[in-house]
């Protein structure tokens, strides 16, 4: 068994503001994003100015945050949202929604491809790649703050968190999702779309690779103490929104390599 790092989850203070560093992971993220994104748009006839790829990363940064917590509060937390809809405004409490915060993306996405006359599927499939080095981040924070830990086990790399009651050894999932999530889908998209795919495929494969990255970390991440199982005694609520993300994913990548479905209807645009 390991030993839960004691790590202070301020980062560092100004003045009586405390910065904690969740949040400094945050904008680390959005930093990875608008650097990589910088550098993709330098390519010779990208088709990307800087500004543009200030925007779009501006953009999503809100997507992200405000989709996130939405997200969060209506599939985690709905209850609580129904008994004091302010509730939804005290994000010091905690609370972020990878799913909702998708769904944010996926707005901004389309409200800044509207605004550019870009195509919505060439504005995803540039933005998809740049996303995971984001949710890597997310998860160092989540250990950092030591919580959404791991099921009990006695593997030899299980470790005790200092917020668990039942102070169980647990699998550090919060690690797990960090390799997977975050470094392995990074490595996957970023070499996939090195080259030229056919429309819509990089955001088929970011969708697809995530929704079984995190199914499968699910399987070692303990429940949300309020939800528990959603189903089968094994189905937990991440698994419950990303199993639909694998099906959906997969079905955009058919449709992507089918003459390139998405790229007839983006010119027919």
């Known amino acids: 068994m390991l030993q839960f790092p004691q790590i202070d989850p301020v980062a560092f203070y100004l003045g009586p503001l405390k910065i904690h560093w969740y949040a400094m992971?945050?904008?680390?993220?959005?930093?990875?994003?608008?650097?990589?994104?910088?550098?993709?748009?330098?390519?010779?006839?990208?088709?990307?100015?800087?500004?543009?790829?200030?925007?779009?990363i501006t953009n999503s940064a809100i997507g992200v945050i405000l989709g996130g917590r939405i997200g969060y509060m209506l599939f985690y937390n709905f209850g609580s949202l129904l008994e004091n809809p302010v509730n939804l405004l005290k994000i010091w409490q905690g609370g972020m929604s990878f799913h909702g915060g998708l769904i944010g993306v996926g707005i901004a996405v389309w409200l800044f491809a509207r605004s550019t006359k870009k195509s919505l599927f060439a504005v995803s499939d540039f933005v998809a790649p740049l996303s995971p080095l984001g949710l890597a981040f997310g998860r160092l924070g989540n250990f950092v703050n030591g919580e959404l830990w791991g099921r009990a086990s006695?593997?030899?790399?299980?470790?005790?968190?200092?917020?668990?009651?039942?102070?169980?050894?647990?699998?550090?999932?919060?690690?797990?999702q960090f390799a997977l999530e975050g470094l392995a889908l990074f490595y996957i998209l970023w070499f996939f779309?090195?080259?030229?795919?056919?429309?819509?495929?990089?955001?088929?494969?970011?969708?697809?690779?995530?929704?079984?990255?995190?199914?499968?970390?699910?399987?070692?991440?303990?429940p949300d103490a309020h939800i528990g199982f959603v189903a089968f005694d094994w189905m937990t609520k991440g698994m419950q929104?990303?199993?639909?993300?694998?099906?959906?994913?997969?079905i955009i990548l058919f449709l992507s390599y089918r003459k390139d479905t998405f790229g007839k209807m983006a010119a027919a645009n």
Do not use: C
């Open 25 to 56: 992971t945050y904008i680390a993220g959005f930093a990875a994003a608008w650097w990589l994104g910088t550098r993709r748009g330098l390519r010779k006839n990208s088709g990307w100015s800087s500004t543009q790829v200030t925007d779009l």
């Open 154 to 176: 006695d593997v030899s790399w299980a470790m005790v968190f200092p917020a668990d009651q039942q102070q169980l050894a647990r699998h550090p999932s919060q690690l797990y």
């Open 193 to 222: 779309s090195a080259k030229t795919r056919p429309t819509f495929a990089v955001t088929g494969v970011f969708i697809t690779g995530y929704g079984v990255f995190r199914t499968f970390a699910e399987f070692f991440r303990e």
């Open 241 to 250: 929104l990303s199993i639909p993300m694998i099906i959906g994913g997969l």
